[in-house]
């Protein structure tokens, strides 16, 4: 299956500020995804990253708050604005599509942990 | 690593039993279904799939088991291993949509 690298993998945050995560994917996919994964909880889906369009997110989730990019079948990023405690998750990035067996699988990253300070 | 299973439900096996882990899903209209496990630190691992079509399939000492009727999933795990001490979660999604969602999880703790 793909391989679904993110950095960074965590990071430390002052309140107020954005972090753009990244996502590398090592062959190409057709959808990408970006999931939230509180403390304790489950994964909650944010958005499907569009390759050259704007991604379509789930309700609860908006533009301004988590820009997504997509600019190829690789790659996108996930950031995170304006930061608040509870903006403190793991954030995760997967894909399916890809050119391997069980394309329609949903193939996952380490996941970046952030804190909001 | 951190765990990511703090607040979750825990089931408690002794190695070499059998376990049965619960899932209800939501949408009576899902056709697909996986069973991921995640260890601390990582992303989740797809363990075995199946497809509405079916009501059983097995994988190597795993079993899924799929009831419409109920939204209910099931997975099995045989003769389990310290190293299947994990948080297991059920996903859903329509095969052509591609969009899955999670339902709650189960944390697995598995006794020498």
């Known amino acids: 299956s793909a391989v679904i690298s993110q950095k960074p993998s965590r990071d430390i945050c002052q309140r107020g500020t954005s972090l753009t995560i990244q996502c590398q994917v090592d062959s190409q996919v057709t959808m990408m995804f970006w999931y939230r994964q509180q403390p304790g909880q489950s994964l909650t889906l944010i958005a499907t990253a569009n390759q050259g369009s704007e991604a379509t997110y789930e309700s609860g989730f908006v533009i301004d708050k988590f820009p997504i990019s997509r600019p190829n079948l690789t790659f996108s990023t996930l950031t995170v604005s304006n930061m608040s405690p509870e903006d403190s998750s793991i954030y995760l990035c997967s894909a399916t599509g890809g050119v391997f067996s069980g394309a329609n699988v949903l193939t996952f990253g380490a996941g970046s942990r952030l804190t909001v300070l | 690593g951190e765990s990511v299973g703090l607040h979750l439900p825990t089931l408690s096996v002794q190695e070499g039993d059998n376990s049965i882990i619960n899932c209800a899903y939501s949408?009576?209209?899902?056709?697909?279904f996986i069973w991921y496990k995640q260890e601390s630190g990582k992303g989740p691992q797809f363990i075995i799939d199946i497809r509405s079509n079916m009501d059983k399939r097995q994988g190597q000492r795993v079993t899924v088991l799929l009831n419409k009727t109920v939204k209910h999933l099931s997975l099995q795990i045989a003769a389990t291993q310290p190293g299947d001490s994990a948080v297991y979660f059920c996903?859903?999604?329509?095969?052509?949509?591609?969009?899955?969602?999670f339902g709650s999880g189960t944390k697995l703790n598995v006794k020498p």
């Open positions: 949408n009576s209209a899902s056709d697909y």
């Open positions: 996903a859903e999604t329509l095969y052509n949509f591609n969009k899955f969602y």
